[in-house]
């Protein structure tokens, strides 16, 4: 079935520094790649959609410039958080889309601690 | 915009039925989506419709009425292992596709 591979698995930053997510479709070219986050007990909250090679779409409340997102290729899109403070503090999930059929697929989640 | 709701917790007994009900507002609707979730981990897909009525797939079945923005998620014969939360999640074509996820039903499964 098709992969979606999201690194890291876990990451712990400091108050003020940027990190990077990775969301990568390991056997299929995805034209669409969705970003969520979810908080303990809660649903996951769409934050943006990325189309391969244009500017992501980013949902009502996200802010756009903290929450960077770029999807250079068919396979890669990154989360960039940047000027990361504690309330950043989530779980961050990535899925993708062929642009073809219904079924989106996730990657593992990405687990992030601003101390 | 967008509006999914679902029961925010059930809980019920091994062995029993259980039904959990999600009803959504939205302007694009292009497909329903039932997910299972296990705490920390991605959503495994379930189930979706697309058309009106029921789709069976195993101990799980999902009732869809898109007049009602409607749908349901049936667990038959449950098991602990079911224990998790149920997401529903509607794909929405107003603008580009996306797909938006309910409120999450955490359905607990008692011996």
Not at chain 1, 11 to 30: H, M, N, P, W, Y
Not at chain 1, 76 to 99: K, N, R
Not at chain 2, 76 to 86: F, G, I, N, W
């Amino acid at each position: 079935g098709a992969v979606v591979s999201q690194h890291p698995s876990w990451v712990i930053c400091k108050s003020g520094t940027s990190v990077k997510i990775e969301c990568r479709s390991l056997d299929f070219q995805a034209t669409t790649m969705f970003w969520y986050r979810q908080f303990p007990k809660q649903s996951l909250m769409l934050m943006a959609t990325s189309n391969e090679g244009s500017k992501a779409t980013y949902e009502q409340g996200v802010e756009k410039d903290k929450f960077l997102i770029n999807h250079a290729s068919l396979t890669l899109s990154t989360l960039t958080v940047t000027s990361a403070h504690p309330e950043d503090s989530s779980f961050y999930i990535c899925s993708a889309w062929t642009g073809a059929g219904n079924t989106i697929y996730f990657g593992e989640g990405s687990w992030l601690t601003v101390v | 915009g967008q509006n999914i709701d679902q029961p925010t917790e059930m809980t019920a007994t091994e062995g029993a039925i259980v039904q959990i009900n999600c009803t959504y507002q939205t302007s694009g609707f292009n497909g329903l989506f039932w997910y299972q979730q296990h705490a920390g981990e991605a959503p495994t897909f379930l189930s979706y419709n697309v058309l009106d009525g029921l789709e069976e797939k195993g101990r799980f079945s999902s009732f869809l009425s898109r007049s009602k923005g409607y749908s349901y998620l049936l667990l038959k014969e449950l098991q602990m292992k079911d224990s998790a939360s149920y997401l529903c999640a509607v794909r929405d074509r107003s603008g580009t596709y996306k797909y938006i996820f309910g409120t999450g039903t955490r359905l607990k499964v008692l011996a």
